[in-house]
């Protein structure tokens, strides 16, 4: 803590910390936290003269936060991120809160003060070579074909040809597939069902794995459509790894999730012209808000292609 000019600065946030040790009985890797979060604060606000708590306004709670967000090359210190900011901003408010409460303060300046918002993570897609590549990577047909082989292929044929979330592809069964139509039902969350084309390739491999694999797994009658060695319905654990392996097996020197395959497929669709209306259906989306986020990959996408093509882009 400061001392001289932040005197009294410094001495309501050491009441704050009594408080937070004797009364609240606060753990010392939290008292450490708030001590560190807070003479940060004290550093701030002497720095704009302010050397008493009663004199914090709600712009300089805000201007705080854009400060910790920026860093201070002068003291060192580098740019928070927004979890570490909103930490900081629990431990500013506490503090005038207490003020408050023990009447240091008339008013309560960060009250409605909110924490800066995550930025937007954008899923991560795959190109669609790598896509084929775990695709080939996966099994099959061919001198090394087996009832395993055959469903692993069908299956990542399945998630990418209609974006099925994995939890939704273990919990088909075989009537849900009409090959005649090639479409399937997939049960979504909330237990919303709604009917999706499937394309030529996961058509076929299903089929394969129907005929050629599936009977030699299944031991006694079981609905799943796609089963596990035992002749039970596979897990969701069970096909992540299926992608995981079959991504190891392609090459690829970047991680894969259950949903790498379904963000692959939404990205590629909007690409090639798809309306995003339409891909929400596909995708079994609620909100179209949550369908859009995946154009922002392809303007991403968009702008780097510009970046290295245009004459005049830099």
Known sequence: MTSGAGGELESQIHRYLDHLAVERGAAKNTLSSYGRDLTRYEHYLTSRSITDLAEVTEED????????????????????????????????????????????????????VRPPKPARRLPKSLAIDEVVAILEASGGSGPSETPRSLRDRALMELLYSC????????????????????????????????????????????????????????????????????GGRLSRQSAWQVLV???????LDKSVSPHTLRHSFATHLLDGGADVRVVQELLGHASVTTTQVYTLVTVSAMREVYATAHPRAR
């Open 245 to 251: 392996d079959s991504a190891g097996r392609a090459g």
């Open 61 to 112: 709670v805000r201007e705080f936060l854009v400060a910790l967000r920026r860093g201070d090359p002068d003291r060192d210190e580098v740019p928070l991120a927004d979890s570490s900011v909103a930490r900081t901003l629990v431990a500013t408010r506490g503090l005038h809160k207490f003020a408050l409460a023990e009447g240091m303060t008339a008013t309560d300046p960060a009250h409605a």
């Open 163 to 230: 974006g099925a979330r994995i939890s939704e592809a273990v919990s088909l069964d075989i009537e849900d597939f009409v090959a005649e139509t090639g479409a399937i039902l997939l049960r979504g969350k909330g237990g919303k069902e709604r009917m999706v084309p499937v394309g030529g390739p996961a058509i076929a491999a299903i089929e394969a794995y129907l005929v050629r694999g599936r009977p030699a797994l299944v031991s006694k009658f079981n609905p799943a459509m796609f089963l596990n060695s035992r």
